[in-house]
């Protein structure tokens, strides 16, 4: 079963900070964060993952509360490449590897 | 980064057909890949554990004997879809990652194939 819960869907206009929130209350100490987006028809694309620190690459960066029970997932200037269903997932960083996927974010960035 | 392939994108085969679908890491080494399936506006459900040199492990209500899976080196997984039917169209995506021999390491996240379309008529 999924470990997060998103909003189903989120509107954002194009050039503005895209902020996707996550609630992993249940979150175990091993476990990180990880955000995903799928693009239509396509497989889901690798953004960014943290455990405890805020992180931050080319694509978006991660902040995670102190208690590490929720998330803000943020792309600082959206572009209408940017339309997808965004995954968070918690998932333990050790031996089983496989990423159980929810329902996700659907992000809409309009012109 | 790491790349992984799927082959073919898009399939389309005809009710009681067999369809192999293949999953390559293009420049890296796993010993574990993951097959997924995603139907219409759901989410992608895990199907299968592709381990290499030994047998698939499946998840809860997936066939073996109807998703043979086979990961017979380090950089292919394929995916055989054995006497399929409509029910089984779907999305397929399989995924790997380069830490795959052991826990992953901090920088190694799982990395996707594009996904195969199969389409049962």
């Given amino acids: ?111 | 980064g790491a790349v992984v392939s799927q082959h073919p994108s898009r399939v389309i085969c005809k009710s009681g057909t067999s369809v192999k679908i293949e999953c390559r890491s293009l420049d890296f080494q796993a010993t574990t890949m993951f097959w997924y399936r995603q139907f219409p506006k759901q989410s992608l459900m895990l199907m299968a554990t592709s381990n290499e040199g030994s047998k698939a492990t499946y998840e809860q209500g997936v066939e073996k004997d109807k998703f043979l899976i086979n990961h017979a080196s380090l950089t292919l997984s394929t995916l055989t879809v054995t006497s399929a039917h409509p029910e089984d169209s779907s999305f397929y995506i399989c995924s790997a990652s380069p830490s795959s021999q052991g826990p992953r390491s901090y920088n190694s996240p799982l990395h996707f194939g594009n996904g195969t379309r199969l389409t049962v008529t």
């Fill in chain 1, 1 to 111: 079963d999924a470990k997060t819960t998103q909003p189903p869907s989120m509107d954002c206009a194009e050039g503005r900070a895209a902020n996707l929130p996550c609630n992993h209350s249940t979150i175990s100490g091993n476990e990180y964060v990880y955000w995903y987006r799928q693009i239509h028809s396509q497989g889901p694309q690798y953004i960014i993952h943290g455990l405890k620190n805020n992180e931050t690459n080319e694509m978006a960066s991660l902040i995670i509360t102190e208690d590490r029970k929720s998330s803000t997932l943020i792309l600082p200037h959206a572009t209408l490449r940017d339309t997808a269903v965004y995954y968070c997932i918690v998932e333990s960083n050790f031996g089983n590897e496989k990423l159980t996927f929810g329902t996700g974010t659907r992000l809409t960035i309009i012109p």
